[in-house]
Every structure is written in C-alpha cells, then in structure tokens.
C-alpha cells in the first residue's frame, strides 16, 4: 500500500517511520516547509514536497497529521488534487469525523492515543490505535494497517473518542498537575524530590489493579473534617491549589 | 535494642515484622483487644498484651502504631507506666510532635511515608523513612534504626512533616482520583479498561524525569478554549468532575 502523510510533526513523524519499518512504501512526505519534511522523507525513502498541488495520485491513503485547526481545510484543498477514491484519514483524538466526511467519501480515522515527542522513540506495539471509518471495508483497511504495527486496536466511533480525549486529559493533563502540585509543596519545604516517587509508584499500582476508587485513601474519603481544614489552611498561599484540593476533595466524597 | 510495639494495625504490622526481620528484639505487641496482638507476637516472637499498664519497663523504644486521634492520649497514659529514659516514637504522618513532647521528654518521629496495607507484602527498603526526635542523639538512633530497614532516611521537622503529608494528598489520593475520573468516562463509552494505560505510562516517566510542569500538555496549558468549552459540555452529567475540570484548568494556567 502506497501512503502519503501529511505533515512531519510528532505524530508525522512518529508514523511515518514506524510504518515505513513495518513494510509499507511512503510515496511522499508534505510539510509546508520543505525543509521540514526532507529530512523525514529521506529516512523513509519518499519524496518531500511542501504544496498540496503536488500529491501523488498514486496514494492509496494519506494520513492527515496536520494540527486539528488545519484538519478541514486540507481535506478540502487536497479534494481538488486527489480521486475521491484516495482513502482519507487523520490522525486527531479531538476531532469528529464530520470534519472530513463533508469533503470526502473515504475517509477514515487513524489516531494513535500517546503523547509523542518528536525525537523521542516510542514503541508502537504498546500504542492503541484507535480506528474508525467510512464503511465496514475502509475500517477494516485501517485495521489490518493498525495491526502491523500495534498489539492495541480499537474500532473508537466519534463519540467513543471524544470521550476518550477527555478521559485523556484527566489521565494525563490533570495527573502531571497533581505531580506538580506535590513537587511545588516538597520543594518549598526544602524536601528532596524522590522522598514521594515510592507513593507515587504504590498509587499507580494499586489504582490500576482494581477500579480506582476502590483504592482510595486519605481524608476526603474518611471525611475527616480536621484534616482537611489543617490541609487547607497550609494552602493559604495557594489560591489556586486550594481550589483544586476542595473541587478533587468533594469529587472523592462521591464514591 | 527491645522495642515495644503499640498497635497491631497496617502500620504496626508491618514495622514489627519488618523491624524484627532486620534483628532487633520486639519485647511485646499491645492492642486493644488481646486477639489481635497475638498473631502479630506468634511471628516476631514477642508479648501480646491488651493493657497499657502492662508494658514492660525494659522497653528502650516504645513505637506509638495508633490511630492519630488516639496518640495524644495514649502518650499520657504510658507516662503513668514507662520510665521517662524510655524513647517514645509516634509513627503518624499528620501527627505533630508536640503531641508527645507535652508528655514526653525522650520523644520521636519513626513515620514510614507509603500507603501500607495488612498482609500485603511491602518492600521497606525503598520506603522512605522520616525521623524526628527531642534532641541530636535521639535523631540519631531512630536515624540508625531506620537505616536498617530503608536505604531512604530523612531527618524531618513538624513543618516539613505537614507539608510532606499534604504533598501525599495530592501524589496518593488526588492522582487516585483522576484514575477513577478517566475509568468511569471510559467505561462509560464502553471502551476497553487498557487503553489508557501506556498513556498513564508515559504521563509518570515524562512528570518524574523533569520538573512535571515542564512535561505538561493539553488544552489548559495551550490555552484551548473552544476544546475546553466542548469537555465542559460532556460533563454535563457529572457536576463534580465540571467543577474538578475548571480548578485545575486554573490551575495549569498558573504553570
């Protein structure tokens, strides 16, 4: 299968090279600056090219991998250089596939749940590749690619990822704040920093071996009333903390 | 040394076997109810006894293993039994010293910071241990002892002590906490439990190796705001998590 990928960001990038290794010939590589996508194509034999105009019509699918603003546009413009046959896909969590089913007949979705860095290996076997499509065949197009290079795919329908963007944000976005949070706290005590990475290993293992909030802990879910209005008032300093300590606190009385 | 162990809880248990594995002697365990002392005696080879007034003067070090609520009170008691030479150690995070030291001359800190669980095994070496004592050669002893038993020691003041239980908060119970928020939408969705996990991965690699606002992403911190209002608008039937979601987009924004 002939693939064309637009754009030679993270996750361009990312893709680019993991499918290039898992056999597949990458016709071309578009960034909008030429220099950005040559080294990228030079790796995987394709040619770089920076105007829309130039896509092959070769392509048999062109991954989307442009930031989730472009996504319509460029499915758009790139409907005037391709056959409607040309299969469709992005790359986005954030976005429903509305955004290209209004330009285009095959479309597809092919969104690897990971925060990537450009520069850093990922190993993609561990990746879930989310998939969704135009029809049962394109899904299971998409599939069949997914599967060479991931042990975790998944048929996510709009909704489904929509929901799996925003339970990514609290996995991911709102963790890293709680692990700032403590790193603030341990620093202004003058506590060196790995004193809570032992806690902070205990946690994820115990909240990822049965349903979290069978794990839970702590004052909040005790209700001890003394605790937390101590905890509170060491926060005076942090408005903002404090906030996120009284909103997590009733959020865990819940369960 | 003899030690006394006050307590047969999560936190007893644990420091009597653990304690005694390392070769110090356990003279006796004290709980409440007699029955529960004497498991706990069988295997480190101690007393099992049920009334404080039956501890025993030859106690160099007696570990207070109760519940916070419950150290103040049962420091006073003790005084009426123990010589004031003997060592006195709470082993409470949320507990102030001052609480000994009002009955107590010879006090200590001996506090394990891990969430520890009955009869599950924990690994005490990698478990940090934090020490206080009434004077330089008290901390200096409980300093031994816990070098023992972890290869972590930390010489703690009350402050700091408070500061580090309100930081577990956040890294234990909090981050537990956005575990269950991103497992009930998932599951909600009706997509598979796994699939966030390499993303909980990544998220706790990337937030230990760097200062975790440094690895931080997503649309508080970009400044996202039409992504946010979307989020905002799926949780419209979860009016916790909407008021979780907004502190700690604050939050973030303060990065």
């Known amino acids: ?27 071309q590589i578009y960034s909008r600056q030429l220099l950005n996508a040559r080294p990228l194509a030079e790796k995987v034999g394709a040619t770089p090219i920076h105007q829309l105009s130039a896509v092959s019509t070769e392509s048999e699918l062109c991954l989307l991998a442009v930031k989730d603003d472009a996504i319509e546009v460029v499915a758009q413009n790139l409907s005037a250089f391709l056959p409607k046959t040309t299969l469709l896909a992005h790359t986005s969590g954030a976005t429903p596939s509305t955004l290209l089913s209004d330009a285009w007949a095959n479309w597809g979705v092919f969104y690897p749940l990971q925060t990537l860095s450009k520069g850093q290996p990922a190993d993609f076997t561990q990746i879930p590749m989310c998939i969704d499509g135009a029809t049962p ?119």
Chains 1, 2 share one sequence.
């Open 1 to 27: 299968m002939k693939i064309t990928i637009i754009g030679a960001g993270n996750v361009g990038s990312h893709l680019a090279l993991t499918l290039h290794r898992a056999g597949y010939s990458i016709l």
């Open 137 to 255: 065949a394109i899904q299971q197009a998409l599939q069949e690619i997914a599967g060479q290079i991931s042990h975790q795919v998944h048929l996510v329908n709009d909704e489904q990822r929509a929901t799996l963007h925003l339970a990514a944000v609290f996995i991911n976005n709102f963790t890293n704040a709680m692990l700032q949070a403590s790193h603030t706290l341990t620093e202004e005590a003058q506590l060196p920093r790995e004193i809570l990475s032992p806690l902070l290993q205990a946690t994820i293992q115990k909240g990822t071996r049965q349903e979290p909030r069978m794990a839970q802990t702590g004052p909040a879910i005790r209700r001890d009333q003394q605790t937390i209005e101590r905890h509170l008032r060491q926060l005076a300093n942090h408005p903002e903390l404090s906030t996120v300590y009284k909103a997590i606190t009733s959020y865990i009385q819940t369960f």
